[in-house]
T-cell receptor, first 117, second 114 residues
Framework: SQQGEEDPQALSIQEGENATMNCSYKTSINNLQWYRQNSGRGLVHLILIRSNEREKHSGRLRVTLDTSKKSSSLLITASRAADTASYFC?????????????????FGQGTILTVHP | GAGVSQSPSNKVTEKGKDVELRCDPISGHTALYWYRQSLGQGLEFLIYFQGNSAPDKSGLPSDRFSAERTGGSVSTLTIQRTQQEDSAVYLC????????????FGDGTRLSIL
């Protein structure tokens, strides 16, 4: 079952514009991750934000997390045609004993981003 | 270094046949996961292996599905008596065992049941 919802389901923008995708989830988490998937390929990890963090940056990516609202957003600045892909948020729940990763990710439905050159 | 490798990349089989899907994780990653991606259900967790611990099989949809991980490395997902609803992309991922580690995915096996 899906943990949460992402919106929009599809987003179409021009190169150079910013793209914002939102993710909501239902249960408590230890971290939230964003992944990208190009057509016919596996998922590529973009960024991980821990539950005690509120904002994180990586290159042109900015992720925010609001645990009180159980929501996150991914901002891609100065988008490029190569950013065209599906983007998924995934939540990681409670960890096991000894600090090992539970690792059972629960994914949102994804946002299909199209960046027009 | 080498990423997660999955084989075959595509598999077409007849309903009722058994299939085996293989995953070769990144060397040193003790955690290994199988997910299924389909149009109707999105990305679903199937099973999780962590070192020598008993696997978490809570996501397997029926007893026709099973998975093994031999020697703490390569994993095989087996689907017996395949049904048309088993058609999907089966994704494998691996990660380091510590908390807050990203998962590294293979390109998946696209399974089509005729």
């Amino acid at each position: 079952s899906q943990q949460g919802e992402e919106d929009p389901q599809a987003l179409s923008i021009q190169e150079g514009e910013n793209a914002t995708m939102n993710c909501s989830y239902k249960t408590s988490i230890n971290n939230l991750q964003w992944y990208r998937q190009n057509s016919g390929r596996g998922l590529v990890h973009l960024i991980l934000i821990r539950s005690n963090e509120r904002e994180k940056h990586s290159g042109r990516l900015r992720v925010t997390l609001d645990t009180s609202k159980k929501s996150s957003s991914l901002l891609i600045t100065a988008s490029r045609a190569a950013d065209t892909a599906s983007y998924f948020c995934a939540t990681d729940g409670p960890h096991g004993a000894g600090g090992t990763s539970y690792g059972k990710l629960t994914f949102g439905q994804g946002t299909i981003l199209t960046v027009h050159p | 270094g080498a990423g997660v490798s999955q084989s075959p990349s595509n598999k077409v089989t007849e309903k009722g046949k058994d299939v085996e899907l293989r995953c070769d994780p990144i060397s040193g990653h003790t955690a290994l996961y199988w997910y299924r991606q389909s149009l109707g259900q999105g990305l679903e967790f199937l099973i999780y292996f962590q070192g020598n611990s008993a696997p978490d099989k809570s996501g397997l949809p029926s007893d026709r599905f099973s998975a093994e991980r031999t020697g703490g490395s390569v994993s095989t997902l087996t689907i017996q008596r395949t049904q048309q609803e088993d058609s999907a992309v089966y994704l494998c991922a691996s990660s380091a065992p510590w908390v807050d580690q990203p998962q590294h995915f293979g390109d998946g096996t696209r399974l089509s049941i005729l």
